[in-house]
């Protein structure tokens, strides 16, 4: 019996190759988001993941096709730049809405299902800016760190149940995310010009990244694996990077962040 896989966020970029390669695996792929750009093997539901009203309704509509949910994958996302002090609050409260409680509002829609059926996997994109906070892109690092936490609480709550959640946190991968990224250089002057230094920098490392399928092949392998790791990032340098995050004093780490993105 084939698998059923609901992909949010399957339009562009890494959710796009996720879903591809879903199908191309033997899976049933529903693509999840707002608009539609078809793909072979890959059905579309328009959905908004900060409605959940919209939500309900595209996960409502799987159900009674299919019958079953087994696999979410949350690429829905946005990112948003500029320093704290100068962010307008609904900037930064969209922000958290698309790419924290958007991934929520999906899995809570899903995950009665998952429960009957005693089975399913939850597989959720972050980025390695959970755990190396990138100064002048604070809120979108904090909804990545946040959907970390989220996942590991949640893997315990449903553990029971047959459920598994994973997170694939990315690098820089080269997509459409760079040039829609909503960028704020108010306060440039008084931080001086670090902001646009720290923003360009960042861009010119994402479209020099890796390919989206790359991250996009990561999610499926911890769609399909029974055991993949709780957290995984991309590629050896990442994981390094990660790793060496964890391991030095929070000061020393900082400072070779604030070395990277913020002189």
């Known amino acids: 019996m084939k698998k059923v896989a609901i992909v949010t966020g399957a339009s562009g970029g890494i959710g796009r190759a996720a879903a591809r390669i879903l199908s191309e695996s033997g899976c049933t792929v529903y693509d999840l988001s707002r608009s539609e750009k078809p793909q072979s093997g890959v059905t579309h539901i328009k959905c908004d993941v900060t409605d959940e009203a919209s939500v309900k309704a595209a996960v409502d509509a799987v159900i009674r096709e299919q019958g079953r949910i087994d696999i979410l994958v949350c690429c829905a996302g946005m990112g948003i730049s500029g320093a704290v002090e100068f962010t307008d609050p609904e900037d930064s409260y969209r922000q958290m809405n698309v790419n924290l409680f958007g991934t929520d ?7 009665p299902h998952m429960r009957k059926q005693q089975s399913g996997r939850l597989v959720m994109t972050s980025s390695v800016a959970a755990v190396t906070p990138i100064p002048f892109q604070t809120w979108y690092s904090a909804s990545k760190a946040a959907i970390n936490s989220y996942a590991l609480a949640l893997q315990n709550e449903v553990r029971p149940y047959g459920i598994g959640v994973a997170v694939v946190m990315p690098g820089d991968i080269k997509t459409g995310f760079t040039s829609a990224r909503k960028k704020s250089a108010v306060g440039d002057k008084e931080y001086g010009g670090r902001i646009e230094r720290s923003v360009s920098r960042m861009e010119k490392d994402e479209q020099t990244g890796l390919p989206a399928e790359f991250a996009g ?17 991309t590629g050896f340098v990442y994981s390094f990077l990660c790793v060496l995050v964890k391991l030095l004093p929070t000061r020393l780490a900082l400072w070779v962040l604030y070395q990277m993105y913020a002189k």
């Open 105 to 111: 509002r999906v899995v809570r829609a899903v995950l």
């Open 217 to 233: 092949k990561l999610l499926v392998k911890a769609a399909l694996s029974k055991r993949a790791k709780p957290l995984r990032s």
